[in-house]
Nanobody, 116 residues
Framework: QVQLVESGGDLVPPGGSLRLSCTASASIGERFNALTIGWYRQAPGKERELVGFIIPSGITKITDSVKGRFTISRDNTKSTIYLQMNDLKPEDTAVYYC???????WGQGTQVTVSE
């Protein structure tokens, strides 16, 4: 199955911005264009939750807790999904993952830490 790799996590101050990337295996080619991919996050001691997802047309759905601050986009030429995170808050601290719809496979994620 397709492998997705997250990158871009960092330590940032409250109010800062960060862009995460989710890149698919180079072999995916045009099949990437038809994928629905979600961003998820898991904070310490909490369950993993859906942040949002993007469908092939580029339409997105963002969870209420980050709506207005986070946006998801895709660049099919790079087989990459982005999560733009603005006005970061300490509550956004988590490991962020991307995953194909209907997939049961999770990667290592990328750590986002927003300092207190």
């Amino acid at each position: 199955q397709v492998q997705l790799v997250e990158s871009g996590g960092d330590l940032v101050p409250p109010g800062g911005s960060l862009r995460l990337s989710c890149t698919a295996s180079a072999s995916i080619g045009e099949r990437f264009n038809a994928l629905t991919i979600g961003w998820y996050r898991q904070a310490p001691g909490k369950e993993r939750e859906l942040v949002g997802f993007i469908i092939p047309s580029g339409i997105t759905k963002i969870t209420d807790s980050v709506k207005g601050r986070f946006t998801i986009s895709r660049d099919n030429t790079k087989s990459t999904i982005y999560l733009q995170m603005n006005d970061l808050k300490p509550e956004d601290t988590a490991v962020y993952y991307c995953k194909l719809r209907h997939s049961t496979v999770w990667g290592q994620g990328t750590q986002v830490t927003v300092s207190e």
